[in-house]
Structure formats: structure tokens, C-alpha cells
């Protein structure tokens, strides 16, 4: 495994497991693996507060988690190809939860 894998899989671990949020942070990784989604988005198809997905968009921006892309119709935010490479690592956390 390498540094960077290694790396995302604390990364992981500490915002599903050991952070409040865990279960909302695990959910919208679930759909950020299937496609993008902007804070709007999310909130209403996990029925949380546009607030709650925006404070944990930006937790996973600075994990290096998620990439912010922002374009004239919106900022949109999708998994990094180091997240897309952990996915397995992701299930496993999941069911710890």
C-alpha cells in the first residue's frame, strides 16, 4: 500500500469513526462515489441542512477527500481519485459504523 493510500484510509477512518458527523459524512461519500453532487444537492436527498453538507464538504476538501469544481452554474464536488481508489476501504469502515 502506499503513502497516499495509507494516508486517505486515516483520513477515513478518523471523519466516519471518530467524528459526530461520521453517519452523515459515510452517506454522502456513498453518492459522491456514484457521480457529483453540489451542497444544495445533497442536503435535499439526504435530508439534512444545506449547512450540515456544506461543513462536511469542506471537511472533505481539506482531507483531501473531495475536489471542489466550480463552474458558472455552481460549485459541484466530487471524489478524488485517491477516494475512488479506497472505496473498498471505505465498505469496511462503513460497517463499523
Same mark, same amino acid.
Given at each position: 500500500?502506499?503513502?497516499?493510500?495509507?494516508?486517505?484510509?486515516?483520513? %477515513?477512518? =478518523?471523519? &466516519? $469513526?471518530?467524528?459526530?458527523?461520521?453517519?452523515? #459524512?459515510?452517506?454522502?461519500?456513498? $453518492?459522491? %462515489?456514484?457521480?457529483?453532487? /453540489? @451542497? /444544495?444537492? &445533497?442536503a435535499k436527498t439526504l435530508n439534512i441542512s +444545506?449547512? #450540515?453538507?456544506? +461543513? =462536511? *464538504?469542506?471537511?472533505?476538501?481539506?482531507?483531501? %477527500?473531495?475536489?471542489?469544481?466550480?463552474?458558472?452554474?455552481?460549485?459541484? +464536488? @466530487?471524489?478524488?481519485? /485517491?477516494?475512488?481508489?479506497?472505496?473498498?476501504? *471505505?465498505?469496511? &469502515?462503513?460497517?463499523? &459504523?
Amino acid at each position: 500500500m502506499t503513502g497516499e493510500n495509507e494516508q486517505t484510509n486515516r483520513h %477515513l477512518e =478518523h471523519i &466516519i $469513526l471518530q467524528k459526530k458527523g461520521g453517519k452523515t #459524512t459515510a452517506r454522502m461519500i456513498e $453518492l459522491l %462515489l456514484v457521480r457529483p453532487y /453540489n @451542497s /444544495n444537492q &445533497i442536503a435535499k436527498t439526504l435530508n439534512i441542512s +444545506y449547512n #450540515t453538507a456544506y +461543513y =462536511h *464538504f469542506q471537511i472533505m476538501v481539506k482531507l483531501d %477527500l473531495v475536489e471542489k469544481v466550480e463552474t458558472k452554474y455552481g460549485t459541484y +464536488y @466530487s471524489a478524488k481519485e /485517491n477516494l475512488i481508489k479506497a472505496k473498498d476501504k *471505505f465498505e469496511e &469502515i462503513k460497517k463499523l &459504523i
